[in-house]
């Protein structure tokens, strides 16, 4: 049987190509279309290599796992090794995504003078059906990342925070494992990184956290605050007492399926970044919707 080097030079540089692309959409990784190419082509230039040159089966595995490396270097950029990982194991799960709907078509369209040789299906069948398998891989993963997203996004509402005279609205995530309490009244506790807070509280206070933590005593700026503060302690992986500075909201009011105010909730100052895609900025419990019917916190606006 003849095999046309450029043929498979090509459907091998085009798979390579819609693969990379698929890896960036799910990694939300923005790349370079001109780099992803030469990667594709490396990728390409490999296969051609592999089905002329007979090698043992875990020679062949090493030369795919190092050639894939070289792929994802110069496609991506990422800042360190776990990010590198995450881009690395994202292309080899679209890859086989990708293989199955190819021997999928494959199965249905079954073209003539289709052999296996050397580790790879060669023959006189189109390149289109290469190329068609590749789109329907992107098709189911566009639509399983976009499914991904959707719970994502139904787990975030907004909430506004009313304090001293003064309001801001932030995005937050509805955390079922945040059942964080004020040890005192027990009321629920809404954690806020520190930078959200700039609009209601004065930056004096915001900006020694730290030391009042420490136990020094800070007059510039907390006056009005000395009533309201709360010291909540707290535990997680890593941090076994930690412990939060918070203060007493006037109220709050959360915008979800209906709107709903809360006045027996405290907010918790976290100082730093609860997440890198600035998605959210502040966690609010689960349990803080399913009783609030029982204990009365919330009023539902007409």
Same mark, same amino acid.
């Given at each position: ?16 190509? !819609? ?17 992803? =190419? ?30 894939? %490396? ?19 194991? =994202? ?29 790879? %299906? ?6 289109? !059906? ?34 001293? *005279? @003064? ?13 964080? @309490? ?14 959200? %807070?700039? &609009? ?59 709107? @709903? ?10 100082? *730093? ?5 600035? =998605?959210?900025?502040? =966690? ?6 399913? &009783? ?11």
């Amino acid at each position: 049987m003849t095999v046309y080097v450029d043929v498979v030079l090509i459907e091998n540089v085009a798979m390579n190509y !819609i693969i990379l692309l698929a890896s960036s959409l799910i990694g939300n990784k923005r790349v370079n279309f001109l780099k992803v =190419l030469g990667a594709s082509f490396i990728g390409g230039i490999y296969s051609i290599v592999n089905y002329v040159i007979d090698v043992s089966l875990f020679t062949n595995m090493l030369f795919k796992i190092f050639i894939s %490396l070289i792929m994802i270097k110069l496609s991506f950029k990422c800042s360190n090794f776990k990010s590198y990982l995450k881009q690395l194991i =994202l292309f080899y799960l679209v890859s086989l995504t990708f293989g199955g709907c190819a021997f999928m078509l494959l199965f249905f369209v079954n073209p003539s003078g289709v052999i296996f040789e050397g580790g790879h %299906l060669v023959g006189t069948y189109p390149i289109k !059906i290469a190329l068609l398998g590749g789109i329907v891989g992107f098709t189911i993963i566009t639509i399983v990342s976009n499914i991904f997203r959707k719970k994502i996004e139904d787990q975030i509402c907004e909430i506004e925070i009313f304090f001293n *005279g @003064k309001n801001t609205k932030l995005k937050t995530f509805i955390d079922s494992g945040n059942l964080l @309490k004020e040890p005192i009244s027990m009321a629920d506790v809404i954690i806020v990184e520190k930078d959200s %807070l700039k &609009e209601i509280v004065d930056y004096g206070f915001l900006d020694n956290v730290e030391k009042i933590l420490n136990g020094s005593f800070i007059t510039n700026g907390i006056d009005f605050m000395k009533n309201k503060i709360k010291i909540i302690p707290f535990s997680s992986l890593g941090n076994e007492n930690g412990m939060l500075i918070g203060f007493k909201p006037d109220y709050i009011k959360i915008y979800s399926d209906e709107i @709903k105010t809360a006045k027996n909730v405290i907010i918790g100052i976290y100082n *730093g970044k609860l997440t890198k895609s600035n =998605l959210y900025t502040s =966690l609010i419990g689960l349990n803080i919707l399913k &009783e609030s019917d029982a204990n009365d916190q919330f009023i539902t606006n007409a």
